[in-house]
């Protein structure tokens, strides 16, 4: 089968999340496919070129895999929908990419490379979409309205409805083009079909980490870790819930100093959260941590409070697959529906509840054994390397 793969951004096994998912699904595809063709459409800049020359090192011995830079004008290849995709919504592209061969198969990952490629494209055509920014522009309204003055709330509310409408129209427009959409999580699929798309969730390759003992934990008070990319929705979300009211409850059940949050993260947080942290000394900023591993042998639990239902988190998915227990809010296992409460993870809808469910880790050291062989299992039959996860998307 000659498959053809389109991409904006140049994927890597070590960046994490999609940028490692673009990665493997690539290594998977090059397994099922005779020809398998990789075409980034990016900016020509170093970045870049470094980039494009890594994945030909990566892969230098699949000889049926190629990699072409598409360069286009950086202007073009923002994916910020707000500032080009919504522009030209109303107008043609001004870009539009074209394949120079036949394939039977071609793969857009996410939506602007699927709004780049030409409607006169022959071959069957797949759309894999990540979080949904229709989605995550309604979330962050809600998540932010409480903090509004009321006619500001008013103003905000009717610029949200008027984005999240044009947003979730351009997407119902380019997924019409595709014979198949395929989404990351379970509320993209439940979103995307309230706009008439149908879309199915199917679990992605994850790379795996090394196992962590998590019967034996050195620290003798109370450890868990919280991780990201510190600036995302998922990590805005769960730094807020976990300022606002997992902190607070921590604080009344364990005292000060009777406990640690060990944050680690790829960039730094915002003047306004290190502000927020300043009262709570048990936080531990370490910034970007190379050996996670060590980091993650250290802690009872990994602590994951993303309030809002959207996306299927992929240090969720990076903390199972080392065994290291989690415990994070109700709204994880609507986007991941392979999590299951008290069988593979703890998962809790309050602060104080997320507390108790901590303290119980902390004291139970069978209950964290359980919880983690079950969590690894769960990441093997669904996002482990032994899953056919190229069979599957091109199915």
Not at 255 to 274: H, P, Q, Y
Request: charged share 20%.
């Amino acid at each position: 089968m000659r498959t053809a793969i389109i991409l904006t951004s140049v994927p890597s096994e070590t960046a994490g999340a999609s940028l490692s998912v673009y990665f493997l699904y690539i290594r998977k595809l090059a397994i099922v496919s005779t020809n398998l063709d990789i075409y980034i459409i990016a900016s020509e800049d170093k970045d870049s070129l470094v980039g494009i020359q890594a994945l030909r090192a990566s892969f230098k011995g699949f000889h049926s895999v190629r990699f072409f830079l598409s360069p286009v004008e950086e202007q073009c290849a923002s994916n910020s929908l707000n500032i080009k995709i919504l522009s030209r919504l109303w107008a043609p592209f001004r870009f539009e990419f074209s394949l120079p061969e036949n394939y039977e198969s071609i793969i857009c990952f996410d939506i602007l490379a699927g709004a780049y490629l030409s409607p006169r494209t022959t071959g069957r055509c797949i759309l894999w979409l990540g979080d949904l920014q229709f989605e995550l522009t309604l979330w962050r309204f809600l998540e932010s309205a409480s903090s509004l003055a009321p006619i500001m709330r008013f103003y905000f509310l009717l610029r949200t409805l008027a984005s999240y409408g044009r947003q979730a129209l351009f997407y119902f427009l380019i997924c019409r083009r595709f014979d198949k959409v395929v989404c990351c999580s379970k509320s993209a699929e439940t979103r995307l079909r309230s706009i008439r798309v149908d879309a199915s969730f199917i679990p992605f390759p994850y790379p795996a980490r090394k196992q962590i003992e998590v019967g034996i934990c050195p620290s003798s008070i109370r450890c868990f870790l919280f991780y990201g990319n510190l600036i995302g929705a998922g990590s805005t979300s769960g730094l807020e819930f976990l300022i606002r009211d997992f902190l607070p409850a921590a604080r009344r059940e364990w005292g000060a100093g009777g406990f640690r949050i060990v944050v680690c993260g790829r960039t730094e947080l915002s003047v306004t959260s290190r502000e927020r942290l300043f009262d709570f000394p048990e936080v531990e900023m370490l910034g970007f941590v190379e050996d996670l591993e060590s980091i993650m042998q250290q802690c009872h639990a990994m602590l994951v409070p993303i309030s809002i239902p959207v996306g299927n988190r992929t240090r969720v998915i990076d903390a199972m697959s080392s065994g290291l227990v989690l415990v994070g809010h109700s709204n994880l296992c609507l986007g991941n529906p392979f999590l299951i409460s008290d069988v593979n993870c703890l998962l809790r809808s309050s602060g104080q509840d997320m507390v108790l469910a901590l303290d119980q880790i902390f004291h139970d050291s069978e209950l964290r054994i359980k919880l983690s062989e079950s969590a690894r299992a769960m990441y093997e039959l669904t996002y482990g390397d032994r899953v056919p996860h190229g069979s599957i998307l091109l199915s």
